[in-house]
């Protein structure tokens, strides 16, 4: 079974992973997860403590190699690429983690910086001379998450939250079309956690980046994912707890209708292609299976 994502027709997910297996000596952990996350929807993955779901990224990322199964980014394998090659194509998978992954004496800026790594040649990030277009779109990508004041001030001393927009500008930099957020609001109180998903949600709306989010809270999943899947078992399966909640509608279209005023639901799913899932999740946020 597939937890496929809505896009247009013959559109590939932005994110696809398909039969991935992992096993750490005794301990299967991944039993064929599949997944699909569209270009521009918010896929929240729930499961209990211990479920994979980090095994999950961690395969996703290549950081940890999955025994079996095919990973595609925009429909480009990434499972079977090496050196340069994964280099490259990992610029396309932004992360954010729990713990705040920056370089802790580095300023705002720099770590945003840093996400133009792979397309900086070593002298220059040896030197420290990034080029004006990387300094512009560094600034651009910190001023789109509200820290362009806080451009030169170290990483340790901004709030937790702030970190993790840190986080999320250089994913924006680095052109990643994918964002994958382990836990990224575990350790922020609840108004910054709202802040952080709400920006990763309207980032996908605005640019079409696909954002696959771990989350404890079900709560938060159900306000801010377009789609909720569960680590169950080793594998991904739909959340079928949304009753639970009495969602109806994802905020998106309680706050932001992204479709013609007037014009059916039903109009705009059948059209397909970006923002048909949240419209598709009004049907009864049921996400689709293949
Ligand atoms: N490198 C490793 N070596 C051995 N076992 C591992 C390794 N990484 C993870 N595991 C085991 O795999 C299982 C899944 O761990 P994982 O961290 O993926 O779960 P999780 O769903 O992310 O949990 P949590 O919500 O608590 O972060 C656990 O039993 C864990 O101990």
Redesign the pocket.
């Known amino acids: 079974m597939r937890v496929a994502a809505a896009k247009g027709k013959g559109e590939p997910a932005a994110l696809e992973a398909e039969g991935l297996w992992k096993r ?2 005794e ?1 299967q ?1 991944l039993r064929g997860a599949s997944l699909e996350v569209a270009a521009g929807e918010f896929v929240a993955l729930l ?1 209990p ?8 990224f961690r395969c996703l990322t290549r950081l940890e190699e999955p025994d079996k199964g095919t990973i595609r980014i925009a429909g480009h394998p990434f499972h079977d690429l090496y050196g340069r090659r994964l280099a490259d194509a990992r610029r396309s998978v932004g992360v954010v983690f729990q713990q705040f992954n920056l370089v802790r004496r580095l300023s705002a800026l720099d770590n945003v910086l840093a996400g133009r790594l792979a397309t900086t040649p070593f002298w220059r990030v040896a030197l420290r001379r990034f080029t004006e277009e990387d300094r512009e779109r560094a600034a651009l990508a910190l001023d789109r998450v509200g820290l362009l004041p806080q451009a030169h001030q170290r990483a340790d001393t901004l709030s937790g939250g702030q970190q993790q927009r840190v986080a999320i500008a250089r994913a924006i930099a680095q052109g990643s079309r994918v964002l994958l957020a382990d ?1 990224p609001v575990a350790s922020l109180d609840p108004a910054n956690a709202r802040r952080v998903l709400g920006l990763m949600r309207e980032l996908g709306r605005e640019t079409g980046l696909a954002v696959l989010c771990t989350l ?1 809270q079900p709560d938060l999943a159900h306000e801010f994912g377009d789609r909720i899947l569960r ?1 169950e078992g080793g594998r991904v399966v739909p959340d079928r707890s949304g009753a639970d909640f009495g969602v109806a509608a994802p905020v998106g279209f309680l706050g932001e209708p992204d479709y013609e005023p007037g014009g059916e639901p039903e109009d705009a799913c059948e059209e397909g292609g970006r923002g048909s899932g949240r419209v598709l999740a009004l049907k009864g946020a049921r996400p689709l299976l293949r």
């Open positions: 750490f000596g301990r952990v499961g403590s211990g479920a994979g779901k980090s095994t999950l836990e404890h680590m």
